[in-house]
């Protein structure tokens, strides 16, 4: 790594560990998402269709992530998510 690289500062572990979570089929939506996802720097959007934009539809829960090149949805019942998948914008 460039010596630029190693002298970054990097958020405290307590940061980190506060704001990650596992999701998944079977888990449930925490209380709040939507709220949890715009203190991490995502918009509401009606649509996603930019990176860190977030649709919440029904049952439906649509995030693009800057971690990925496609949105996830999140299919979701009551509060337990049934699929989650990458999807195309574009459709």
Do not use: C, M
């Amino acid at each position: 790594s460039p010596l630029s690289s190693l002298l970054q500062r990097a958020p405290p572990k307590n940061v980190l560990t506060e704001n990650v979570f596992k999701i998944g089929p079977g888990f449930i939506v925490p209380p709040g998402f939507s709220e949890k996802l715009i203190s991490w720097g995502y918009y509401p959007s009606s649509l996603v269709e930019d990176v860190g934009s977030f649709a919440v539809r029904g049952g439906i829960i649509d995030i693009f992530s800057p971690a990925h090149p496609q949105p996830i949805r999140l299919e979701v019942f009551v509060d337990v998510v049934d699929s989650i998948r990458f999807f195309d914008v574009q459709k």
